[in-house]
């Protein structure tokens, strides 16, 4: 039986679908609408009790699966795709899928809806320089280790489903909280993250992965706003 991927669109699900496009997996996908706040409505939270995006349903499991990067790391496994395949390298994948996950993806998500973070304007207005130095000095990072594997990818020279969750926040960087964004000439300045990002672009797996969304146009340096964008 088919997966079931529950997606508001530009969401952190888009991570999921594009790993979903390439491994070629047969899928269904339900929306979510943000816009009406149905991921908080009691029907949702029977599927993830934080109310978040994503989540995708596993017939073969027991519950519904969410966080992206359990979900990222489950299919990788399943379908030993996505993933360096000699035993060696599964530190290296954990490391910096957990990284993504609980450094990039959470700070980014601090920039995004920082007044949950700080219950007062001015404090607000101050966290966010902090947040967009935090999440460069990420992006730094990670182009470093780009280099230092010998790239062009972030696990070497494999296509993994960590450059789909770093895409994606790259990405997202660039368009999100609309107000603050990051410019693209910190991705830019950063040659080894910009290379991959390129080189993932143009992937038909990620443009369809996209398309399903409604999102097409540049998808990770100067990205565009979706027309159907719920944020
Ligand atoms: N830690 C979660 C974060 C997911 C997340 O931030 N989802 C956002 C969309 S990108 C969401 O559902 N936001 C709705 C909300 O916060 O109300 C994960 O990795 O899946």
Redesign the pocket.
């Known amino acids: 039986m088919a997966y079931t991927l529950f997606y508001?669109p530009?969401?952190?699900?888009v991570v999921v679908r594009m790993a979903l496009e390439e491994i070629g997996v047969d899928y269904g996908a339900l929306e979510v609408d943000?816009r009406q706040?149905a991921?908080?409505s009691p029907a949702f939270l029977k599927f993830n009790p934080?109310?978040?995006?994503?989540v995708l349903v596993d017939p073969a499991q027991d519950e519904p699966l969410?966080?992206?990067?359990?979900?990222l790391l489950h299919l990788a496994d399943q379908h030993a795709a996505l993933k360096p395949l000699q035993p060696g390298a599964r530190g290296r994948l954990l490391k910096w899928l957990f990284y993504l996950?609980n450094t990039l993806?959470?700070d980014?998500?601090m920039l995004?809806?920082t007044e949950?973070y700080a219950a007062e304007a001015v404090a607000v207005t101050a966290l966010r320089p902090i947040l967009h130095s935090r999440v460069l000095a990420h992006l730094a990072l990670l182009d470093a280790e780009i280099a230092r594997c010998g790239g062009p990818w972030l696990l070497g020279p494999a296509v993994s489903v960590c450059d789909l969750y770093l895409a994606a926040c790259v990405r997202?960087s660039q368009l999100y909280p609309r107000s603050d964004t990051l410019g693209a000439q910190h991705v830019h300045a950063l040659p080894h993250l910009l290379g991959l990002l390129k080189m993932l672009e143009t992937r038909p797996a990620v443009r369809r992965a996209f398309g399903a969304e409604g999102i097409s146009g540049p998808l990770f340096v100067s990205p565009v706003y979706p027309a159907n964008a719920s944020?």
Do not use: M
Request: aromatic residues 14%.
């Open positions: 508001s530009d969401s952190a699900n943000r706040d991921q908080r934080q109310g978040l995006l994503p969410f966080e992206t990067a359990a979900i996950s993806h959470a980014l998500r995004f809806y949950r997202w944020v």
